[in-house]
């Protein structure tokens, strides 16, 4: 076809088509909810949905036992008062039919029914330049013109193919839960298999079993169960939401999940056996998936130990539900962590497998050979039956949005092409190259990992307030930059190091989909942080968006929204809600009584062997010590400490959470030193007490049950002043021998011209005037020079190899990579860590930066080749008593 016929074809289509401003495709929570918005600021806009109804995947999803798994209280909408007052629930987990009459209501009270194309299934849509609007073709009537694209498709709506030989020859019935007959299925007297255990096998196993003559259930991975106890909505909850209803709904807004529940603070180890079941079997009572995942301690969801502990118990669970043992050990799930997968909420599910007619097939041991004419054969056995259910779940996420039609953007690219490599996007709502184009929950949002209600609503009202304000400021287009797109990219892995999702076979990362890229989808970041971020990109002057408009208007304020890691985020920006006075204004008694008063109210640490005090001979007196010791057998490497403050702060104690996060990761013996401070003692004394205490340390490591020979030295901050210049002294000096150092974000130089410095003024704790104060408290302007306290201007040769560790955000960074070059270039062995989005307290933050283990496991290891010992930890050496799965995951995760 020549080029002109073409445009004469592509303008009669125009001609014919449905001109709106905004196409919205999904009718299900979503859409109806766009449809309402959009018609309240002004839109036309032109729903299509290929169900004959509203509803979504409350249209298709009829199985037996289908109900929502958040309680449905929480899962409804909550933009309109007077809409929360018109509707009750009648239970605490709403049936399939139930919540689709809600929809219906809502559709029918919003008269939004007028504005969907029912029965119309989108095939293409292609992006027109000249025009700067979607041009949309469908299955059923006029194609769509409009100005923006808005996929409100939902995550679980496409289907999985069953991916097993044979389907095609079964002569029974075959019936898919995610698209089950709207008249029922009869399934009394009839010999029927589910395959599949996910939720939707497991709310519909033990109804089916009830009508069957038989059930053989085929299970390929065994998953997580809670006992739903529905009924009425709790009192507790009701009385919850109706006592004030606009906070419950606001607190819903910013917690993790989009449920109001508060954010745990205790973590599993400070909490007996007993204390840990008794919230374990209050949990296990409230039959409530966001209590069970948030509220038992607050490592359950990111450390494998603490998450270990609810699997254990769980697992006594089934083993007291499930009368015969081998059933009982089949469905036991030993391949992920707790809530890693999509836990299920069921009613009777495990008790199912009690009854006679009820056999579990265990496709690990077992696999599917084929699906034949009569029914199903393993490799050990053939399964007659009349009736195959397939609960084999979707492609979930990507699906709906890049299988389904052709989306092809700026360019000619197309969708699917762009996401080859898995779904790019910036905030999970819009992807660079496809303008004004939207996505309600798609990936890189919080989406599944949420309460899908508030998070549908959180979208909507962003996008609907975007459409409306361009439109106002007379802007066409809106596009990310790729530049805040790949920002985003990298916030989603920062985010996945968070949470234990990244270590499971799960439709969350695409596993369940033969040849999908994998990687996890949604953002595990938390609703609530989720939030401020939207919120921000549009107080920055939409960061990150290009924005057209005729003549030449264009508007583009390019960046990442997020360079911090979420963890070090979240710490700063709580940080800045105490409004707490600059600790310089503090004088130097008030400053120590300050940061003691912090740190009480955090955790020491995890277990481990023994921690002793003592005092050791310094120069003028007496210095103490704390010894930290692993729980195996020594004699271990000794690591001489120094703590951070500035040499003005802190003691021998008051780095316990790192010193004893380190004792266990690296195997060795932490001899911290509670050297003397400034102003009382300033320069150089701090300086010769950290020399003078590693020489000592040195010549008595066996009596403090340390290995004789050899030291490390380490040390945080100030403290890494005092390492790195205790290194050139013990060299200096003849001894003590040391053969390894540790720096982490460690002073190394008395000028403040390095960029760091202005980059990282104000704003990440450690301020510039922070460190103007402590250089003017510990050392005057004469002796800032002397390598003692500036080891870069020392002698850096002939140093022992060194651990150098810098931070993004830190007005040290400069220095400290300045130090580390100049020892590699003097020929010292040196390792660089340069820690992307941390700031400086990041290490050693350790009961709230989640994101710097990663970066404690990197030292471990160095401090270990530096003593000749390996690598790794060897499980003799761990301090930790359990194995499988929790330390294989460890592993994996480290
Ligand atoms: P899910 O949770 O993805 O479950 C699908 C199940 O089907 C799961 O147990 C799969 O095992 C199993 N499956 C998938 N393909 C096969 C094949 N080929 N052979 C055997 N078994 C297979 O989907 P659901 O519909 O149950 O639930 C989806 C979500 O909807 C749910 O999480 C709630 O949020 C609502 P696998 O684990 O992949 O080994």
Excluded at 96 to 119: C, M, N, S, T
Excluded at 722 to 749: E, H, K, S
């Amino acid at each position: 076809m020549s080029d002109a016929m073409v445009a004469t074809r592509a303008s009669d289509e125009r001609g014919t088509a449905q001109q709106v401003d905004v196409a919205v495709v999904g009718a299900g929570f979503a859409g109806l909810y766009l449809l309402h918005r959009l018609r309240k600021a002004g839109f036309s806009a032109v729903g299509l949905e290929e169900a004959g109804d509203v509803g979504g995947t409350w249209y298709w999803n009829r199985y037996p036992g289908a109900r929502c798994d958040i309680q449905t209280i929480d899962y409804s909408y909550t933009f309109d008062p007077e809409l929360e007052a018109a509707w009750t629930w009648s239970e605490k987990y709403a049936t399939q039919p139930e919540i689709l009459r809600y929809l219906g209501f809502v559709a029918d009270r919003y008269d939004l029914r007028r504005d969907i194309r029912f029965k119309t299934r989108v095939t293409e849509a292609r992006w027109d330049e000249a025009s700067e609007r979607w041009f949309i073709t469908t299955d059923n009537g006029a194609p769509v013109s409009c100005r923006h694209y808005i996929m409100a498709t939902g995550c679980l709506s496409a289907p999985k193919p069953p991916e097993i030989d044979g389907v095609k020859d079964f002569k029974g019935e075959v019936y898919f839960t995610g698209r089950w007959p709207h008249d029922g299925v009869n399934l009394a007297g009839k010999r029927v298999a589910v395959i599949g255990t996910g939720s939707s096998a497991i709310q519909s196993i033990p109804l089916i079993a009830e009508q069957a003559a038989h059930l053989t259930v085929f299970q390929r991975t065994p998953n997580f169960a809670l006992p739903a106890h529905n009924g009425p909505p709790p009192s507790d909850r009701m009385s919850l939401l109706q006592s004030d209803r606009a906070t419950y709904r606001a607190q819903a807004r910013q917690s993790m999940a989009g449920v109001p529940y508060p954010q745990q603070t205790v973590v599993s180890w400070q909490l007996s056996d007993a204390e840990r079941r008794e919230r374990f079997e209050r949990a296990w009572a409230a039959g409530d998936l966001v209590h069970i995942l948030t509220q038992l301690w607050a490592d359950q969801a990111v450390d494998v130990d603490g998450n270990k502990i609810v699997q254990d118990l769980i697992r006594e669970k089934i083993r007291a539900a499930v009368k015969d043992p081998e059933t009982a050990a089949a469905l036991t799930p030993h391949d992920h962590p707790f809530g890693a997968k999509r836990p299920c909420l069921d009613t009777n599910y495990y008790a199912t497998y009690n009854r006679p007619n009820v056999t579990l097939v265990n496709l690990r041991q077992e696999p599917i050979k084929a699906i034949t004419a009569s029914g199903i054969s393993t490799n050990g056995r053939s399964f007659a039956l009349d009736v195959i259910v397939f609960a084999t779940g979707f492609d979930a996420m990507t699906g709906a949005i890049r299988a389904v039609h052709p989306i092809t953007g700026r360019d000619g690219k197309s969708l699917s092409d762009v996401w080859a490599q898995g779904p790019q996007t910036y905030l999970g709502l819009t992807v660079a190259g496809f303008p004004n184009f939207f996505m309600i929950t798609g990936p890189g949002s919080p989406s599944v990992l949420s309460n899908m209600a508030v998070s549908i609503e959180q979208h909507v009202d962003w996008v609907v307030d975007r459409l409306a304000a361009l439109r106002d400021a007379g802007f066409t287009t809106i596009e990310p930059t790729e530049t805040a797109q790949a920002g985003w990219g990298r916030h989603m892995a920062d985010c996945s190091m968070l949470t234990l999702h990244r270590l499971a076979n799960t439709w969350y990362t695409g596993a369940n989909v033969p040849g999908k890229v994998q990687g996890l989808m949604p953002y595990t970041g938390g609703v609530g942080p989720y939030r401020s971020i939207c919120d921000e990109v549009v107080s920055r002057g939409m960061l990150g968006f290009r924005l057209t408009g005729p003549d030449g208007a264009a508007q583009c304020n390019d960046g990442e929204v997020v360079r911090l890691q979420p963890d070090v985020r979240l710490v700063l920006n709580l940080l800045a809600t105490l409004n707490l006075p600059p600790i310089e204004s503090m004088g130097a008694e008030g400053a120590r009584a300050f940061v003691n008063e912090f740190n009480k109210g955090r955790p020491a640490g995890r277990p481990i062997g023994e921690i002793v005090d003592g005092t050791l001979p310094g120069a003028d007196g007496p210095l103490p010590y704390r010894v930290y010791k692993p729980a195996t057998a020594g004699p271990h490497p000794v690591v001489v400490y120094f703590h951070g403050g500035g040499w003005v702060l802190g003691d021998e104690q008051s780095d316990e959470p790192f010193c004893r996060d380190m004792v266990r990761r690296t195997g060795m013996m932490f001899v911290s030193v509670g050297y003397r401070h400034a102003p009382e003692h300033r320069f150089p004394t701090a300086a010769e007490d950290g020399y003078a205490a590693t020489r000592w340390i040195a010549e008595h490591a066996a009596e403090l049950g340390g290995r004789p020979g050899p030291v490390l030295v380490a040390g945080w901050s100030a403290g890494g002043n005092i390492a790195a210049v205790t290194c050139q002294l013990a060299r200096d000096r003849g001894g003590p021998d040391i053969a390894g150092q540790l720096l982490v974000c460690p002073v190394t130089d008395c000028s403040f011209d390095r960029p760091s410095y202005n980059d990282n003024a104000t704003g990440y704790f450690l301020t510039r005037s922070l460190m103007y104060w402590f250089w003017d408290l510990y050392c005057s302007p004469a002796d800032r020079t002397d390598p003692r306290v500036s080891p870069l201007r020392g002698k850096v040769e002939n140093l022992p190899p060194a651990f150098v560790v810098t931070c993004e955000f830190d007005p040290l960074r400069d220095e400290g990579v300045a130090y580390a070059e100049a020892m590699a270039a003097a020929g010292v062995p040196v390792e660089q860590l340069r820690a992307r989005g941390h700031f400086h307290s990041s290490f050693t933050m350790v009961d709230v930066v989640i994101t710097g283990v990663s970066g404690r496991v990197q030292m471990a290891g160095a401090l270990r080749r530096f003593a000749g010992l390996p690598p790794e930890i060897s499980r003799g050496e761990s301090n930790q008593e359990h194995d499988s799965p929790g330390r294989r995951i460890a592993a994996a995760a480290s």
